[in-house]
């Protein structure tokens, strides 16, 4: 995997993979949630391959689970059961199991201590991107997506101090995509592109930590590959 991907044997840094289902004979294998966009970091330091997971239970949602790059040490590092939920029928009420969270797209640190990964959809607990230890313990939000927006797709800086994420904002029936930018310590985000329809999926930083990539399609099936800088001075397309 390393000398396919053009890299070192003995590479120490942490890369990500996004792997589309639709071309990916993994992705059932390895219970990738994500139709569109799955997320998978490799973590050479401490060669472990980070990604999203249902465990099978009914009404699970997806967590963020690891895997040793040589097939042993599964860890599963958020789990989310389902949780009861109870809605008024008539003179009575109704109670059954109901999905509490997913948990998706997770990226490793460059020092390999810390996870950021998207909870989408949680039921009764925060929305957003969530920041953790690498095991998953002492879990936080970073970002918080109100009603029906979404934030999904974090990446890390390469000094590990900012992070970029993608947020669809649902507004007037419609998703709209924006690219944001944030610091770990929680200062206001920073909008560094937004438009009208369509989707964005990804985000990558170059080393210098100056600029950014991300994949962008408009509605009407057009896209391509774009860069933008970091602090939202220029953009460009490739």
């Known amino acids: 995997l390393l000398q396919s991907a053009g890299l070192s ?6 890369h990500t993979l996004r792997v589309r289902r639709s071309v990916s004979p993994c992705a059932a294998t390895l219970g990738i949630t994500d139709d569109l966009l799955a997320t998978v970091t490799l973590s050479f330091n401490e060669r472990r391959i980070y990604f999203s997971a249902n465990p099978g239970g009914y009404r699970y949602g997806s ?14 590092h958020t ?15 109704i109670c059954s199991p109901a999905q509490s969270a997913t948990d998706d797209s997770p990226a490793l640190s460059p020092d390999g201590t810390r996870l950021l ?5 949680a039921l009764g607990t925060p929305d957003g991107i ?9 879990v936080t939000e970073l ?13 890390w800086s390469p000094d590990g101090l900012r992070y970029a994420y993608v947020r669809m904002a649902y507004l007037n029936n419609a998703y709209r995509p924006a690219l944001f930018v944030r610091d770990i310590g929680g200062s206001a985000a920073v909008s560094l592109a937004s438009f ?6 990804g985000t990558a930083w170059s080393p210098d930590g100056k600029t950014i990539a991300y994949a962008r399609r408009s509605a009407s099936g057009s896209g391509g590959i774009y860069l933008v800088a970091a602090d939202g001075s220029s953009a460009a397309s490739l």
């Open 130 to 138: 969530m920041l953790a230890r690498a095991n998953g313990s002492g």
């Open 9 to 14: 044997p003995d590479d120490k840094g942490s």
């Open 63 to 76: 967590g963020i689970v690891s895997i040793a790059a040589d097939g042993t040490g599964y860890a599963v």
């Open 196 to 201: 009208q329809d369509g989707s964005l999926n």
């Open 143 to 155: 970002s918080n997506a109100q009603g029906r927006d979404i934030d999904t797709a974090p990446s």
């Open 79 to 93: 789990d989310n059961p389902p949780v009861e939920q109870c809605v008024p029928d008539g003179s009575s009420t």
């Open 117 to 121: 990964f998207s909870r989408p959809d």
